[in-house]
């Protein structure tokens, strides 16, 4: 069983479209972080947020992290076929300096 | 940038041999970390490193060890390379701000047949 459970586990949507993708756990976490891998490379952080409740906007991408600290969502306006990619969420517990991640979401956005 | 190397960057072995794997960071950071990557499991930590020879296990260690004689290199070593090991194995460092976040290098990918 993930701690962090990712949904959905594969996403297919047409250019223009929004989306969303989630992020939950039973557990509180000290910080959340986003990342995104393109094939054949490693995962790129994309955000981080620290205080429940707080959005963070990147661009088109928006990231909300939950009043309790147990999960978190990422939201995409108007999909481009450059957001294709495997989407990770990954939690700090807060203790030894390790994170923990999510299954991950690919995105797929056809043009 | 991170300066972030890993070698090899592909690697085909036989069941039973032992197989080692570099990680080179330019950035002199006190926080290393081994994970791999298998399809609907994200990335799962094996070990990190927090310090010159300073290890410790992760959620998936069993078959792997590490070694850290240098701040800029953690190498991962298969004693003894099974077919479950077949993966895409990550190195990463932690940037060193308050949260743990992490650099990654382009990944290994290992096939043990």
């Known amino acids: 069983t993930q701690l962090l459970e990712q949904s959905p586990q594969f996403l297919s949507i047409q250019e223009g479209e929004n989306l969303t993708v989630y992020c939950n756990s039973s557990?509180?976490?000290?910080?959340l972080q986003w990342y995104r891998q393109e094939p054949g490379e490693g995962p790129v952080l994309l955000v981080t947020?620290?205080?429940?409740?707080e959005v963070k906007k990147l661009k088109r991408l928006t990231f909300q992290f939950g009043d309790a600290r147990k999960d978190s969502s990422l939201h995409i306006t108007a999909a481009q076929t450059g957001d294709t990619g495997l989407y990770l969420c990954?939690?700090?517990?807060?203790?030894?300096?390790?994170?923990?991640f999510g299954a991950g979401t690919i995105l797929r956005v056809k043009s | 940038d991170a300066g972030i190397t890993q070698s090899p960057r592909h690697k085909v072995t036989e069941t039973g041999t032992p197989v080692t794997l570099r990680c080179h960071q330019t950035e002199n950071h006190r926080y290393m970390y081994w994970y791999r990557q298998d399809p609907g499991h994200g990335l799962r930590l094996i070990h990190y490193s927090y310090g010159v020879k300073d290890t410790d296990k992760g959620e998936v260690s069993d078959g792997y060890s590490v070694s850290r004689s240098k701040t800029e290199d953690f190498l991962l070593t298969l004693e003894s390379a099974t077919s479950s090991q077949t993966s895409v194995y990550f190195c990463a460092i932690t940037g060193g701000s308050d949260y743990n976040e992490q650099f990654f290098g382009p990944g290994t990918r290992l096939t043990v047949l």
């Open positions: 990954a939690g700090d517990r807060g203790y030894g300096n390790k994170l923990v």
């Open positions: 947020v620290v205080t429940g409740g």
């Open positions: 557990s509180v976490f000290s910080s």
